[in-house]
Nanobody, 126 residues
Framework: QVQLVESGGGTVQAGGSLRLSCAAS????????MGWFRQAPGQEREFVAA???????YYADSVKGRFTISRDNTKNTVYLQMNSLKLEDTANYYC????????????????????WGQGTQVTVSS
């Protein structure tokens, strides 16, 4: 069982930065593949970034070059550094974990992930 708790959300002006954190409980974090997703009101949850056990990273085109995902296995934590934020980045951001062997084929799919956090709100203002 893995429990995930996100933090670091808030309100920031366009062009600003935020760093989200996701703390995981349990002993399986180092063997888990992790992902960040986001969901805006009235929209489906969408993939943002993912990181493998060996720290290979994957990004949605909309955030590539602006967001960076990383993990610290000693702290059981995954991070999402968000720079050059845009109005359209406004959403509730969710951390997710999976131990699925299909990660490299399906890391952008919500159905791959077994565990989800409660979300943290990010609001980008003009």
């Amino acid at each position: 069982q893995v429990q995930l708790v996100e933090s670091g959300g808030g309100t920031v002006q366009a062009g600003g930065s935020l760093r989200l954190s996701c703390a995981a409980s349990g002993r399986v974090f180092s063997t888990s593949k992790m992902g960040w997703f986001r969901q805006a009101p009235g929209q489906e949850r969408e993939f943002v970034a993912a990181i493998s056990r060996s720290s290979s990273t994957y990004y949605a085109d909309s955030v590539k070059g602006r967001f960076t995902i990383s993990r610290d296995n000693t702290k059981n934590t995954v991070y999402l550094q968000m720079n050059s934020l845009k109005l359209e980045d406004t959403a509730n951001y969710y951390c997710a974990a999976t131990m699925s062997g299909s990660f490299y084929l399906s890391f952008a799919k919500t159905g791959l992930y077994n565990y989800w956090g409660q979300g943290t709100q990010v609001t980008v203002s003009s």
